[in-house]
C-alpha cells in the first residue's frame, strides 16, 4: 500500500521569504502523480500544483515549484516570495496512475500548517 | 462556472442517528469522491463514484454507504451515527477518472453528539 508522509506538523516562514515543505512516500508502482493542496481556514481543498511521476522536469507555479526525486520519493514544495495569503494547512497527495480501482482515490499525508509572519 | 457544492455546510445530530450529506460536482463532471477529515486520522478516503457506479472504496465500515444519480450528483449516508462519525466530510469531483486533478468542495462539517 502506498503511503504519504509530512514529517513537519507546522512551519513558520518571513512575509517575502522563501520556505520548503518536506514530503516524502512509499510506493512499489512506477506511474504516479503527486500533489500539493492548500487547506486555508474556509477549509476548501485547492490545488497548489502537480507532478507526474514519468516528468523528468520539476512543476512550477508562478512562486509555488516542488523538487520531485523519484529514486529517493521525495516531493517537497518551494514556496517563494511568500505571502500571507500562503498562511493555510498544507497536503502532499498521491494517485496512482496504473488502471484499476485505485486509480481513483488520492492518498494525503497529515499536513503541514504553514504560518506567515508579517 | 460553478465549483463543487456541498450541502449542508454544517449539521449536528445525535449518536445512533442516521444522516445524508449532499454534492453536486462541477458542470461536465463524471466521477465524485469523498473523504472524511478528522484531527486524529487525517484525509482519508471513503469511496468513488462515476457514472453511477462505486468504483472504488475505502476502508469503512458498512455504515458509510453513498449513491450517485444521473446528472452526477452524488450523496453520501452514515446511519447509526457513532461520535466518532464527527468530522469534515469533503467532496471532490473530477471531469474523468483519468489523469485529470480533482476539484474540492468546503465541506459538510458533522459533529454527533
Request: hydrophobic share 30%; net charge positive; proline share 3%.
Amino acid at each position: 500500500a502506498q503511503t504519504v508522509t509530512q514529517s513537519q506538523p507546522e512551519m513558520s516562514v518571513q512575509e517575502a521569504e522563501t520556505v520548503t515543505l518536506s514530503c516524502t512516500y512509499d510506493t512499489s508502482e512506477s506511474d504516479y502523480y503527486l500533489f500539493w493542496y492548500k487547506q486555508p481556514p474556509s477549509r476548501q481543498m485547492i490545488l497548489v500544483i502537480r507532478q507526474e511521476a514519468y516528468k523528468q522536469q520539476n512543476a512550477t507555479e508562478n512562486r509555488f515549484s516542488v523538487n520531485f526525486q523519484k529514486a529517493a520519493k521525495s516531493f517537497s514544495l518551494k514556496i517563494s516570495d511568500s505571502q500571507l495569503g500562503d498562511a493555510a494547512m498544507y497536503f502532499c497527495a498521491y494517485r496512482s496512475a496504473v488502471g484499476g480501482g485505485s486509480q481513483g482515490n488520492l492518498i494525503f499525508g497529515k499536513g503541514t500548517k504553514l504560518s506567515v509572519k508579517p | 462556472k460553478a465549483g463543487v457544492t456541498q450541502t449542508p455546510r454544517y449539521l449536528i445530530k445525535t449518536r445512533g442517528q442516521q444522516v445524508t450529506l449532499s454534492c453536486s460536482p462541477i458542470s461536465g463532471h463524471r466521477s465524485v469522491s469523498w473523504y472524511q477529515q478528522t484531527p486524529g486520522q487525517g484525509l482519508q478516503f471513503l469511496f468513488e463514484y462515476f457514472s453511477e457506479t462505486q468504483r472504488n472504496k475505502g476502508n469503512f465500515p458498512g455504515r458509510f454507504s453513498g449513491r450517485q444519480f444521473s446528472n452526477s450528483r452524488s450523496e453520501m449516508n452514515v446511519s447509526t451515527l457513532e461520535l466518532g462519525d464527527s468530522a469534515l466530510y469533503l467532496c471532490a469531483s473530477r471531469r474523468q477518472r483519468m489523469n485529470t486533478e480533482a476539484f474540492f468542495g468546503q465541506g459538510t462539517r458533522l459533529t454527533v453528539v
